[in-house]
T-cell receptor, first 111, second 115 residues
């Protein structure tokens, strides 16, 4: 998506912690979503941030800094099943309040 | 059936064929979407329907024609496609149209190959 950047690929070890970053440039920001997509499957919702700070949900946390145009998804106690693509999506007035997705980060968890 | 379902899961068609993709949501949502996902490219929004009315057409070629007969069903009619249209086509739904924090629920997608 336009002006939404994520690393293409990351590799981490089972049991470790990994942080997937997403930067964006837009006007009229209205929220940022993270989705998980396993190969050949539908994207599934992980988190939504609209205010600055950290949202924690079990092993997954998502952080937002609106002034920096920056978010990250933090995955703790990595499991093999966490190997997937992680999609960052931004909603803003500039995009007509529709979701615009980044290209996704493929995470590979190795034992 | 629960959630969002799509049929067929896989489709191979020639450039002169006419086919349709079907999406059904069992969540009582008011908004439905078609997305295109090509390899190593971001999800691209194609069409948005809210309460059965099309509210978004993201400059999609006319060889793709959506239809929303009711709030639970969404179709994508395909004709005279090109090989570059080969992709995963995802349907999604949300309680209301975007602009809210409503998450979108995605179907499993139709893997389309155009020969």
């Amino acid at each position: 998506g336009q002006n939404i950047d994520q690393p293409t690929e990351m590799t981490a070890t089972e049991g470790a912690i990994v942080q997937i970053n997403c930067t964006y440039q837009t006007s009229g920001f209205n929220g940022l979503f993270w989705y998980q997509q396993h190969a050949g499957e539908a994207p599934t919702f992980l988190s939504y941030n609209v205010l600055d700070g950290l949202e924690e949900k079990g092993r997954f946390s998502s952080f937002l800094s609106r002034s920096k145009g920056y978010s990250y998804l933090l995955l703790k106690e990595l499991q093999m099943k966490d190997s997937a693509s992680y999609l960052c999506a931004v909603m803003s007035k500039e995009y007509g309040n529709k979701l615009v997705f980044g290209a996704g980060t493929i995470l590979r968890v190795k034992s | 059936e629960t959630g969002v379902t799509q049929t067929p899961r896989h489709l191979v068609m020639g450039m002169t064929n006419k086919k349709s993709l079907k999406c059904e949501q069992h969540l009582g949502h008011n908004a439905m979407y078609w997305y295109k996902q090509s390899a190593k490219k971001p999800l691209e929004l194609m069409f948005v329907y809210s309460l059965e009315e099309r509210v978004e057409n993201n400059s999609v070629p006319s060889r793709f024609s959506p239809e929303c007969p009711n709030s639970s069903h969404l179709f994508l009619h395909l004709h005279t496609l090109q090989p570059e249209d080969s992709a995963l086509y995802l349907c999604a739904s949300s309680q209301d149209m975007v602009g809210t924090s409503d998450e979108q629920f995605f179907g499993p997608g139709t893997r389309l190959t155009v020969l």
